[in-house]
């Protein structure tokens, strides 16, 4: 034990006193808590739309003013030909062009059905998928519209009488940043676990002290707990922070305990700093470390459904992220922050990442060699 | 088991792969004697150092240190043995206090032992104003110095030097040499590889390596008579002329 605390003040002391490290420890949390959410948002807006109005009648222009005032799109150009339009598409002006046709009014009204023509530019495929579907559900809105103006309400209703009235459970207003926020916290949380650890541990492999550290009798167990200790407790530090961000920035406030986020996020940490202190058995260089950790954490933010619904996913990258501590996590924050979760719900995830932890710990205690 | 032997060394042999590192070596090491261990670069000094402190592996032979096995009782060695590497080993972020502090510590030493024997390791040091200062301030003929009062600080029966005084200057040498005296006369056994071969003069006993084996071993007087030299420089050229490997790793 007291081994183990002339190691730990020792740690603590190094990690205080370098700048680069305490501002990787504090700055970034911050930084990212602050920008990434606005940018990861996946409601569309600012869809930039052309339109070509061959009709030019009070319908058609409703039409556009509907559209417009959705608050998702930009009216970007009026052309009188479709020609025209696709110039802006090529240019990148606009996502989606609308053409109106010369009798739109009038066919609306006598034949009682018209055509309209809508172009998508799917590159961007999510922009191209939801934007063509906001327009489509825009005109169907304003379709009824016209239909219960004009036609006289008969004796068999020809429209549908089912109405659906979607009720939000969690998240009332649908917004994304409750979605996200407790996200980018567990990739935070990842980041200084998985990191920190393993460039630490691999710094002293490369200035050579880990040498002086072997030819003493410190105990394999004693090195190992006094590099993780400290990261394990700058992990939850951090986490703290980023709720605190997350609570005054975002206004989300847990409706779950926070000893629960707590607790899952400490034995998450022990699992994550594992796999760091795996790496730094691998690698003899910080670049070696930074890049296998970096490809890893890449690997497990994709797979771990942070911006993707896992649910979604080809059945065979579902079985993958399985083996992605990660996810877990992830699911475990909107569990319990978005829908108050408590120890039950969440047992399962627990389990399975306490033997993450153990089985990773284990693996670089095991490859931790103190003689070669 | 001879008491007065602090290190016996017999067939010791590291391969790496297809390339022996350190071919059979055996030699004894007198308890309370500066035992000089010289050789070029890659001759496997450094090697065979590394097998002694329990920080390499041997692929086969005996050798015990301090009177323990280097198969399965290399905790045992680590307790009795200070290390001071070729790479500079203190720690640059922390003071000289804290190194001190530190290395004790783990060595187990209780507060008092620390704090009584700190003071009198910077008095000799005459380093006083420079106890709370970071050791990456200081300069590298200093922090060599330290790192010695470092290895030896918990009494250990046998200090390790690879080659302590690389890239120090001759005065800063000279003073180097005259603290491992000091530690000699108090009883620790000096295990010392070096290049410089004015140093091995200062040696009780040295053994020239050459392509992994031991080529020559005794005083150095009676080496220079042996190879008909005026001093150790000659009889190391004589020795290493023929070595195929100077510059191999």
């Known amino acids: ?322 083996a992605d501590p990660v996810s877990y996590f992830i699911e475990v924050m909107r569990m319990v922050i978005l829908k108050g979760s408590g120890w039950a719900d969440i047992k399962n995830q627990l389990l399975i990442v306490l033997g993450f932890a153990i089985l990773l710990n284990g693996w670089a205690v095991v490859n931790y060699r103190k003689r070669y | 088991m001879n008491e007065n032997k602090a290190i016996t060394v017999d067939k010791l042999t590291k391969k790496f792969g297809d390339f022996t590192a350190v071919d059979a070596i055996s030699f004894d090491v007198n308890a309370g004697e500066i035992f000089g261990f010289l050789g070029a670069n890659g001759a496997g000094k450094t090697t065979a150092m590394r097998m002694l402190c329990g920080l390499s592996l041997p692929t086969s032979g005996t050798a015990t240190v301090a009177g323990f096995d280097v198969y399965h009782q290399t905790e045992n060695i680590k307790k009795n043995i200070g290390y001071m590497s070729q790479k500079f080993s203190l720690y640059e972020d922390l003071t000289v206090k804290e190194n001190i502090n530190f290395y004790a510590g783990i060595y187990g030493k209780s507060n008092q032992f620390i704090k009584e024997k700190t003071s009198q390791v910077i008095a000799n040091l005459h380093l006083e104003n420079e106890v709370d200062k970071l050791v990456k301030s200081l300069p590298l003929g200093w922090k060599q110095k330290i790192a010695f009062s470092v290895s030896i600080f918990h009494e250990p029966e046998i200090v390790f030097l690879d080659e302590p005084t690389g890239g120090v200057d001759p005065i800063t040498r000279r003073e180097f040499w005259s603290m491992i005296y000091k530690a000699a006369e108090s009883g620790i056994t000096i295990f010392v590889t070096t290049h410089y071969m004015d140093e091995a003069e200062y040696c009780n006993r040295v053994c020239i390596m050459v392509d992994g084996h031991i080529k020559a071993m005794d005083t150095p007087p009676q080496l220079k008579k042996r190879y008909n030299a005026t001093s150790m420089d000659e009889v190391f050229l004589k020795l290493a002329r023929n070595a195929e490997r100077a510059q191999a790793p």
């Open chain 1, 1 to 322: 034990m007291r081994t183990l605390r002339f190691l730990l003040q020792k740690e603590f002391k190094q990690i205080f006193r370098d700048k680069a490290i305490l501002r990787i420890i504090f700055l970034v949390p911050i930084v990212q808590l602050l920008v990434l959410p606005w940018a990861a948002d996946y409601e569309m807006k600012n869809i930039n739309i052309t339109v070509i109005d061959h009709d030019h009648s009070p319908y058609s222009r409703q039409l556009i003013s509907k559209i417009t005032a959705s608050g998702y799109f930009i009216l970007q150009n009026y052309t009188a030909s479709y020609k025209e339009a696709l110039i802006d598409i090529e240019k990148d002006k606009a996502d989606i062009v609308l053409e109106i046709p010369a009798s739109f009014q009038k066919n609306l009204i006598t034949k009682n059905e018209a055509k309209l023509f809508i172009a998508v530019n799917a590159i961007n495929g999510v922009k191209a998928n939801l934007g063509g579907a906001y327009v489509s559900s825009i005109i169907q809105n304003f379709n009824q519209q016209v239909r219960m103006q004009w036609i006289q309400m008969p004796r068999f209703s020809p429209q549908l009488n089912i109405e659906v009235v979607p009720s939000n459970w969690y998240n009332p207003q649908m917004n994304y940043k409750y979605f996200m926020v407790p996200g980018i916290l567990v990739i935070l949380v990842t980041m200084i676990g998985s990191f920190l650890a393993s460039l630490n541990i691999v710094r002293e492999k490369e200035i050579g002290t880990v040498e002086q550290i072997n030819v003493t009798p410190i105990r394999k167990y004693q090195f190992i707990l006094g590099k993780l200790i400290p990261f394990w407790i700058l992990g939850l530090i951090v986490l703290a922070i980023g709720l605190g961000i997350s609570r005054f920035f975002y206004g989300i406030i847990s409706a779950g305990s926070l000893w629960v986020v707590f607790g899952f996020a400490a034995v998450y940490l022990l699992a994550v700093l594992g796999l760091g202190l795996l790496i730094s058995t691998y690698t003899v260089t910080q670049q070696q470390a930074m890049l296998i950790s970096f490809f890893l954490l890449m690997v497990f933010i994709l797979l771990g459904g942070l911006f993707t619904s896992i649910d979604s996913m080809p059945h065979w990258a579902q079985l993958v992220t399985r």
